[in-house]
């Protein structure tokens, strides 16, 4: 395919590359609804906030902190809930799902789109390889824990990445959870996304029976924040010439917001969507054995952490 096509062609659902997260909800009326959104401060959560603020959604976006949250909403006018959920932290976790146990917080979607990437060199928290950490283990308390605040027909939206093709050949290292036998940049953010679809897939099969949907999505090669932990170099070209071979924010955060909305898509569960369309995963990421192996894993290690 030229890159020409690659911008502008469409798939079957209408959308394409180029659709922004207005595109894929025009006409769409979100009123009545609520959404909680992960990592609303900052770039692709933080369009996806505004835009579900648009179309009407009440909107809990959650940040490292209350305040970092209550300022990236407010400018969005609507009805917006800042809340803390700093994602290695297992009691601010815990505390930001008690927060909406208690306030009664009915959600017809949670979108787990925060997340950090290709740390140069290993941290950890409570043990475990922090990507892994905070991007799959922080979302599976968050997402384990609103289980019984989803509506009758919420949707659970993962971000995960093409970069989970990044993942070792093994797919997850559960020898090496810690990160501390093997360590590369790429390669530990890769197993993280693609635990991030993992579970999205074993969520779905777990749905089953019910209207309820767990998908993955990749939302394309977008320049924000995330890219604050690679190279110096890369950064340069990113911000160079980005503009010539990367989405736009607005394009960015089309995928994740076109899933957890989209009314097409009431019955499309276990699936990953690239360019608001059905796309195809690394074989793995559909190894329903290794899904459910991951999610019995994560739930033994969310056990044991720390009260
Ligand atoms: N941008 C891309 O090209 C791209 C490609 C594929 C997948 N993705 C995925 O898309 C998602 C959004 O990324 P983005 O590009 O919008 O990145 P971003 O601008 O860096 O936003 C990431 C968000 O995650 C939050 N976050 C990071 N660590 C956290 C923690 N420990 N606890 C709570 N929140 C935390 C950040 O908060 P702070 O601002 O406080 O750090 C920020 O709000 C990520 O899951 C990423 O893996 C992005």
């Known amino acids: 395919m030229s890159l020409y096509a690659m911008f502008t062609s469409k798939g079957p659902s209408g959308f394409g590359y180029a659709s922004t997260a ?32 648009l179309r009407g959604a009440r909107v809990i976006g959650t940040a490292r902190t209350a ?74 308390m968050l997402v384990t824990g609103l289980l019984g605040q989803l509506t009758d027909t919420g949707r659970v939206v993962m971000l995960s990445s093409a970069a989970h093709t990044m993942a070792p050949k093994e797919g997850i290292q559960f020898d090496n959870l810690s990160g501390a036998k093997r ?55 990113f911000k160079a010439f980005g503009g010539l071979f990367l989405k736009t924010i607005p394009q960015g955060a089309a995928t994740e917001v076109y899933v957890a909305t989209n009314p097409s898509l009431a019955d499309v569960s276990g699936k990953y969507f690239a360019d608001s369309n059905v796309a195809k995963s690394r074989a793995d990421g559909d190894d329903a054995a290794l899904a459910k192996k991951l999610w019995d894993v994560t739930e033994k290690i969310v056990a044991d952490l720390p009260k």
């Not at 933080?46 to 835009?51: L, N, Y």
């Not at 993280?192 to 969520?203: P, Q, R």
């Open 67 to 140: 305040e970092k949250a209550k300022a990236a909403l407010t400018p969005f006018g609507g009805t917006t809930i800042p809340l803390a959920c700093e994602l290695s932290d297992p009691k601010s976790v815990r505390a930001c799902v008690e927060t909406v146990k208690r306030d009664g917080l009915k959600l017809d979607g949670i979108i787990c789109n925060a997340g950090i990437m290709a740390l140069p060199k290993l941290e950890q928290a409570f043990g475990y390889e922090l990507q892994f950490f905070t991007n799959h283990v922080g979302h599976f």
């Open 183 to 237: 360590y590369g940049d790429w390669k530990n953010y890769g197993q993280s996304k693609l635990a991030n679809l993992l579970f999205a897939k074993e969520l779905a099969r777990r749905f089953a029976g019910t209207k309820k949907t767990a998908n993955a999505v990749h939302p394309g090669v977008i320049s924000t924040n995330l890219g604050r932990h690679m190279n110096a170099a890369m950064n340069v070209v």
């Open 22 to 53: 207005e595109d894929v909800t025009e006409g769409l009326s979100l009123a009545g609804k609520t959404y909680l959104v992960t990592g609303c401060n900052s770039g692709l959560g933080h369009e996806a906030c505004r835009v579900l603020v």
